[in-house]
């Protein structure tokens, strides 16, 4: 099994929000790899994602082709084991580069890396914009979230802030291809890395 996420999704524009977990389908699609995990964050049911799981949908469907230079991700999940992947990502048409997205992957015996994934529609290959390194949170029900401001990254995990990295992106709107796929709890066919997690039904956000 693959690490799957609880997951909240949230991206923030200003005042809008775009749910990512809205790419999943009620019923489910595959009930062998997507499930309702009962014990999600403050006892709110969450979705779950098994290995194999094949949650995607037109990125025009959730997200606008364009986002702004200040922005905000929120995501809830619960690893289940210490192996990474990719809890969301926008990949172009060709499935080789990630627009958008955050992977987790261990680092040493007791630590993990949290990447944000941020590539132009132009961009030849994924571009990782930031990388923070936390204590190894696996099995527990975690909140984190990346705020984006024209010169900084910051992380915030359990509504505590754990560090700013200074980012310099050109230019500094992110314009997506209009045929680009959001992908949950994986990067698609061709990079994939899926993650096995159950999500959150409110946390995995873009504002």
């Given at each position: 099994?693959?690490?799957a996420?609880?997951?909240?999704?949230?991206?923030?524009?200003?005042?809008?929000?775009?749910?990512?977990?809205?790419?999943?389908?009620?019923?489910?699609?595959?009930?062998?790899?997507?499930?309702?995990?009962?014990e999600?964050?403050?006892?709110?049911?969450?979705?779950?994602?098994?290995?194999?799981?094949d949650?995607k949908?037109?990125?025009?469907?959730?997200?606008?082709?364009k986002?702004?230079?200040?922005f905000?991700?929120?995501?809830?999940a619960k690893?289940?084991?210490?192996?990474?992947?990719?809890?969301?990502a926008?990949?172009?048409?060709?499935?080789?580069?990630v627009?958008?997205?955050?992977?987790?992957?261990?680092?040493?015996?007791?630590?993990t890396?949290?990447?944000?994934?941020?590539s132009?529609?132009?961009?030849?290959n994924?571009q990782?914009?930031?990388?923070?390194?936390?204590p190894?949170?696996?099995?527990?029900?975690?909140?984190?979230a990346?705020?984006?401001?024209?010169?900084?990254?910051?992380?915030?995990?359990?509504?505590?802030?754990?560090?700013?990295v200074?980012?310099?992106?050109?230019?500094?709107?992110?314009?997506?291809?209009?045929?680009?796929?959001?992908?949950?709890?994986?990067?698609?066919p061709?990079?994939?890395?899926?993650?096995?997690?159950?999500?959150?039904?409110?946390?995995?956000?873009?504002?």
């Amino acid at each position: 099994m693959v690490n799957a996420p609880g997951f909240i999704f949230i991206v923030q524009l200003l005042f809008t929000e775009y749910d990512l977990l809205q790419a999943v389908e009620i019923p489910f699609l595959d009930p062998k790899t997507q499930y309702i995990d009962g014990e999600g964050h403050d006892g709110f049911p969450a979705f779950g994602f098994r290995a194999g799981s094949d949650v995607k949908v037109a990125l025009r469907q959730i997200l606008p082709e364009k986002l702004p230079a200040e922005f905000s991700i929120w995501i809830s999940a619960k690893l289940k084991s210490r192996r990474g992947g990719f809890l969301f990502a926008v990949v172009n048409p060709y499935d080789t580069v990630v627009e958008l997205g955050v992977k987790i992957a261990p680092e040493g015996f007791s630590n993990t890396v949290i990447s944000l994934f941020y590539s132009n529609a132009s961009a030849v290959n994924s571009q990782v914009i930031a990388n923070f390194s936390l204590p190894r949170f696996h099995g527990k029900w975690a909140r984190f979230a990346f705020q984006l401001t024209m010169d900084e990254v910051t992380l915030f995990f359990n509504c505590n802030e754990v560090e700013s990295v200074s980012i310099k992106r050109e230019p500094a709107e992110l314009q997506f291809d209009s045929a680009s796929t959001l992908y949950i709890a994986q990067a698609g066919p061709t990079l994939s890395e899926p993650f096995e997690v159950p999500h959150s039904k409110d946390m995995c956000n873009v504002l």
